[in-house]
C-alpha cells in the first residue's frame, strides 16, 4: 500500500556532457538513462520541434481523430468539418478532464464526457451547463497545436515558435511524397511496439544496418548488399549479383521519372533543425517489395506510379520518424518516448484507397517483414539500454558504415546546445554548416 | 534486474501555490500530481486530522480487529476484552515486524509472527523471549493512536494535538445518528476500489452532482432534479414532479421527527477544521432507497426508524469521508491515498443485526446503484487524474452547482495554510469564519 | 502512458545514521528503506567487497558461463579453455549491447548479438567489422574483474582495489572445504526466490534461529534445540535429549577428523572486512541431513567424508551468502541486492558427481526442508520490511540469541564507517579488534 521510495539518481551536469561529446563514439549513459536527460529531451526535442504523428490516411472524414501522447501532453488530432485538420490539447477546460480517451475513432463534437462541456472540432466551446455571471465561453476552448501537412503527412509543433526550416524541408520533400498521393491512401494495418529502450537507442537502432545481416534475415534478402559502402571493387563472386544491382537502379530511375519522382538524395540529417535524408534504393528480384523474391505484395499500385520495380524510397526524418514508398505500398514508423527506458512504435502499412483485403492484399503478406524486423529491432534496442545502464559502459566507436547513426547523435547534440544557448540560431544552425549532397 | 531510474520532477513552492489558489477554480497541477504535495497531504491532512476509519460495526466482539494504511502507517483497530476500541500502530517493538498481516480477523492477543512477543489488545507487552538483562517489558508496549468512537463511527488521528473542534462536530453529528443504533447493525457488504486519482480529486468528484445526469443513470432516478438548484421558477413540465417533491419533503420530515432526528441541516464544510455537511434529501418513489422505484431494499427498518420513506440523510465528512443512512440500510464511503495519483475507496453496506441475506435482503439489490456508481466515479476520477497531468492543463471555473467542491477545496487551502502557519488556529478558523446555516 | 510521480523521498545524513547507531538495537529506518542507503549499499559494501557468486560446479567445463547481477552491474562468469575461470563485464565495446541474456549456458566465443563484435572467454576481442582507420582491437576487450576460487568457490569484486585480508580469510576456510572436493560436484537444483526486502534484512533472518522454532517447523526437527544458547542447566526433561547431543557431538568431531576437517570454530563476523564464521553442528537422528529423522539423503557421500554422521557444517560469509555442508550434499546460498525493498536469494544444491537423480536422490527430498524454510524466511523478511516502511518503526532490542545479527549489524555499520573514512583501514580493523575464539 505504501509508495515505492524512488530510486536516488546522481545528479549530472547536461551541459557539460554536450560540450565534451566525442564525435564518432556513442553517447555518454547518462543520454540513455537519466531522467533528467529525458526530461530534457521533451522539452528541447519533443516540444520545440515538428514531430511526424500520423498519415492524413488515418483521419480520412470529417470529425475523425488519432490521440496522441508526446510525453504526458495528450493531443487531438481532428478532421474538421472544413476537411482542414486541427490538433487540439486533450484537456478540458472545466475541471481538466481527458476529454477523448480512445486512441482514434470519430465525433461530432467533443463532449467531456465528465460534465459535458462540449467543443467544436475546432476547439471552440459552444455548451456549458450552470456557469457562473460573467463566465465567457471564447475564452474556454481547447488549446489549439501548430499543426503542419505535408503531402498527406501530419505533423504538429508544441512549441509556439516552431523551427524556422520546416518549410524549406517541406518544400524539398513534397515532390518525392505528391505522386504517392498518400492523403487518399488507405489504412491497411497498424501496430503499437513498446520497446524498453531510450527513444534515441531506437533512432540510432533505425539509422545503421550494419546489425541487418546477422539480426534481419527477412528484410535483407530484398536488399542488396551494396548500399552502405564504397563499392570500389567488387569480389568476383558477387560481380553478377553486382550488375543485378547496377540494373535495378537504372530501372528505378526510369520508374521514377515516369511517375514524375526526383532521382535526388538529400542529406540533411545533422546541419538544421528538421533533419532528414531522402533516398532510393533498389530492391532485388522483382524490386516492388522487401519479401524475398521483391514481388508486388499488393495487386493495385499507389498514386502516380506505373511499374512495379520502383524499390524502396527511404524518407529518414528527425526526431521520430522514418518512411518506406514502394509502388504498391507505404510503411510509417513514428517513435513516440514514453519514459527514460521506454519508447513506443508505430507502423502503419498504407495501400491504394480500392486495394480490397484477400483480394489485392494479404495483411500477413503485407506486414510479415516488418513485423518481423520491428520485433528484432525491439531486441536489439533492449540489449542496448541494459547495456547502457551498466556502470561498465562507456561510449564505443561507430563502423564507418555507422555514419546515418553519427549523424541523428551529431544532430542530437547540437539541439540540445542550441536548446541550452536560447533556441534562437534555427537558420543559424544550416547556413554553418555544410549543406548535404 | 536494476532499478528503474526516477522520474525527475521539478521542485515547486507549495507555500506560494496556496497563497495565490484562486477562487471558484480547481486547484493547479501540483495539488494532484506532485510527489511533494502528496507528502505534504499526509502530514498536514491525514496524519493531523480525525479520520473516519471504520463502522463499530465491523468489530462487534472482543478480539475483532480491522487494520487500515494510512500512508505507509498501519492501524489496528481493535475491541477490548472491555469492549472499548484501541487503535495500535502495527509494528512490532522488538525487530519492527508487521503484526497483523490480515485486513480483518479476531485475535485473543496480538502475537508478532516473527519472534513471538505477545501484546494485549491493549498494546501492552505481556511476552518477549530471551530478553537481554534489564529489560523493561512496559516500555516496549505497542504505540497508541488516538481514537473517538460517535454513536458507532470510528475515528483516529495520528497526531498527540488533534483537532480541537471534534467534540463540537461531533455533539453536533450525534443526534442524528443516535437514533440508527449503528454500533449495532450488521456488515452486510464491503468493497475495495482502487482509483488511479489523487485522494482530492475523489472528494471533489463527491462533492458535486453536476455530473450525475449524464454520468450516473442508476442513482439520479431516485433523486428528484431539484436538489442543488435554486428552485425559484419550476418549468410547467416539472410542476407534477415538483409537487411530488414537496410531498416527499414533507413526509421525510415526519418521519425523521418520528424517530427524534434533527431535521436541520449543517454546513461547515470549510469554516473549521473537521469540515463537515449534514443534510436530508428526498427521495422519489416510495422514498426508501437509491433503487429507480425508491423501494426498500431490506426488510427490516433500522434503529428507531418506523417509516421507510426517510428518504436520504447524507453525511459529508472531511477530508475523507462520506455517508448515506436510510431506513433500513446506510452505506458508508471511505477514501484514504495510497500514492499521488491513486486512491482505495472503502464502501461498506449496513442492515439490521437480525436481517437475513436471502430472507431480508440480498447483496446484488442492495448494492447495485453504489456499485454502479463507485465504478463510474471511478472513471471520472482517473480522466481528471489523467488531465491534470498534462502539462496543457490550467484550473477552471466551477459551475455554480458545485460549490461544495469549491468549499472542500478552500477547506484544504486552508488546512495546508493552518500547517504552514504552526498549525495553532483550529478554532480561530471557525471563530472568523461565517458559521453555516 | 506518463510516468509516475517521484515519490518524495526526505534526505538523510546517513554519516550521522552511522555515528549514532545504538549497539544492541535494530538499524534505524532508512538504512532498510531509504534509497540512497541502498545506492551507499551497492557502492560501499558490493562494489568494495569480495562476494560469493557461484560454485564452480556451475561451469564445469570450457565455456560454460553464469551471469549474475550486481546492482546494474552485469558479470560473465566464464571457464576458458585453460580451465580458468574469468569475470568480465557483460556490455559490449562498441555501442554497450549486453553480451549474454541468459543466467547461464555454454559457449565458443562471446559473440555481441548487436553488431557480432566477438571476443574470447578471457575478454580479448579477436572481431569487429567496418572498423574506423586506426582502430586498435586491443583497447577494446570486454572489461575484466576480480575473481577468485576457493576450494571450488568462486568470489568477485567489482573494486580494483579488494580487501586485503581475503586471503587470510581463504587460507582458514579452505582447510574446511577442501575435503569436500566441491569443484567437482554436481548441480542437482537451484532456486531463486525474490524476496521482497532489503538485504539487510535478508542476512539478519538467516543470522539468529529465535525465529525458527514457530518459523521453521521442518527444519527444527533435525537440529538440537541446544545451539544458540549456553547450556549451564538442562532441564531434566530435556535430559534424555541432552545426551543424545553430546553423543552426537562426539561422533561428527570424529567423523571429521576422519576427513581431516577442522574442528575448531571461527568466528569472525565483525572484525574485518571478509566477515565470515564458520562452525560444526550436530544433527539429531541419523544426523546426515536436516530432514526430521535425519537421514541421509543421496545414497554417496561427497569428498573424502565417509561416515554419513557428519552433521552440518556451517559458513556464514559476509556480505551475502552461508552455506550447509552435509555428508551426501551441501546447500550454497546468496543473496544480491535488487532494489532498496527487494533481494534475490538463490539457493544450489550440490551432491556426488556421480549421484544419480531418481536413484541415489530425489529432487523434492534433497530440497524439502530448505524450500520450505526459505518460503517461511522470505515472509519474515517482508513483515520486517513492511514494519520498517511504517514511520511508527523505532529500532528494536536484539535478544541474548541474537548475537550473530548484532555482529552482522556492527560489521555492516564498520564497513561505511570505513568507507566514509576513505576504506584504507582493512587491516586495521582486524588487528583492533578482538579476534573470536
Redesign the interface.
Known amino acids: 500500500?505504501?509508495?515505492?521510495?524512488?530510486?536516488?539518481?546522481p545528479s549530472i551536469d547536461i551541459e557539460e556532457l554536450v560540450a565534451r561529446r566525442e564525435p564518432?563514439f556513442?553517447l555518454e549513459?547518462p543520454f540513455y538513462?537519466?531522467?533528467?536527460v529525458?526530461?530534457l529531451d521533451l522539452d528541447a526535442i519533443f516540444r520545440k520541434h515538428w514531430l511526424f504523428c500520423a498519415a492524413e490516411a488515418e483521419i480520412p472524414d470529417p470529425g475523425d481523430y488519432v490521440t496522441i501522447?508526446i510525453?504526458?501532453?495528450?493531443v487531438i488530432i481532428v478532421r474538421d468539418d472544413d476537411e482542414s485538420v486541427y490538433a487540439l490539447?486533450?484537456?478540458?477546460?472545466?475541471?481538466?478532464?481527458?476529454i477523448i480517451?480512445d486512441a482514434c475513432g470519430s465525433v461530432g463534437n467533443l463532449v467531456c464526457?465528465?460534465?459535458?462541456w462540449t467543443y467544436r472540432t475546432d476547439g471552440s466551446l459552444i455548451h456549458?451547463?450552470?456557469?457562473?455571471e460573467g463566465?465567457n465561453r471564447s475564452q474556454?476552448g481547447l488549446?489549439r497545436i501548430n499543426v503542419r501537412t505535408v503531402a498527406g503527412l501530419i505533423f504538429v509543433c508544441l512549441s509556439d515558435d516552431p523551427p524556422a526550416d520546416f518549410d524549406e524541408v517541406a518544400s524539398k520533400i513534397e515532390p518525392y511524397l505528391t505522386p504517392f498521393q498518400l492523403g487518399g491512401l488507405k489504412v491497411a494495418h497498424q501496430t503499437d511496439l513498446v520497446e524498453e529502450g531510450n527513444w534515441k537507442l531506437v533512432m540510432?537502432n533505425n539509422r545503421e544496418c550494419?546489425?541487418c545481416d546477422?539480426?534481419h534475415p527477412e528484410l535483407t534478402s530484398a536488399y542488396f548488399p551494396f548500399l552502405q559502402s564504397d563499392v570500389t571493387e567488387v569480389p568476383p563472386r558477387q560481380q553478377q549479383l553486382y550488375e543485378r544491382y547496377l540494373k535495378a537502379l537504372d530501372r528505378l530511375a526510369i520508374t521514377g521519372a515516369a511517375a514524375g519522382i526526383p532521382q535526388r538524395t538529400y542529406r540533411e540529417l545533422d546541419n538544421r533543425a528538421t533533419g532528414f535524408r531522402i533516398t532510393h534504393f533498389p530492391l532485388d528480384g522483382d524490386g516492388a517489395s522487401f519479401g524475398w523474391d521483391g514481388k508486388q505484395i499488393c495487386k493495385k499500385l499507389i498514386g502516380d506510379i506505373v511499374d512495379p520495380a520502383f524499390g524502396d524510397m527511404s524518407l529518414h526524418y528527425q526526431p521520430n520518424s522514418w518512411f518506406h514508398f514502394c509502388s504498391d505500398h507505404a510503411v510509417v514508423f513514428r517513435a513516440l518516448p514514453?519514459?527514460?527506458?521506454k519508447t513506443?512504435v508505430r507502423t502503419t502499412w498504407l495501400v491504394h484507397p480500392d486495394a480490397v483485403e484477400g483480394v489485392d492484399y494479404d495483411i500477413p503478406t503485407l506486414t510479415e517483414v516488418w513485423e518481423a524486423t520491428n520485433t528484432e529491432d525491439r531486441?536489439?534496442v533492449e540489449?542496448?539500454q541494459?547495456?547502457?545502464?551498466?556502470?561498465?559502459?562507456?561510449?564505443?566507436?561507430?563502423?564507418?558504415?555507422?555514419d546515418d547513426v553519427n549523424d541523428f547523435v551529431s544532430w542530437y547534440i547540437k539541439r540540445l546546445a542550441n536548446h541550452f544557448g536560447g533556441g534562437r540560431d534555427h537558420l543559424g544552425l544550416v547556413a554553418q554548416a555544410a549543406v548535404g549532397n
Open positions: 500500500m505504501s509508495r515505492q521510495p524512488r530510486p536516488a539518481v564518432g556513442s549513459a538513462t537519466h531522467p533528467d529525458y526530461d501522447e510525453g504526458a501532453t495528450s490539447h486533450n484537456v478540458c477546460r472545466h475541471r481538466g478532464s481527458r480517451e464526457p465528465y460534465h459535458q456549458a451547463e450552470a456557469t457562473q463566465f474556454f488549446k540510432e550494419l546489425h546477422a539480426g514514453v519514459a527514460p527506458d513506443i531486441r536489439f540489449l542496448a541494459r547495456g547502457a545502464t551498466d556502470p561498465a559502459y562507456v561510449p564505443g566507436p561507430y563502423a564507418t558504415i555507422e
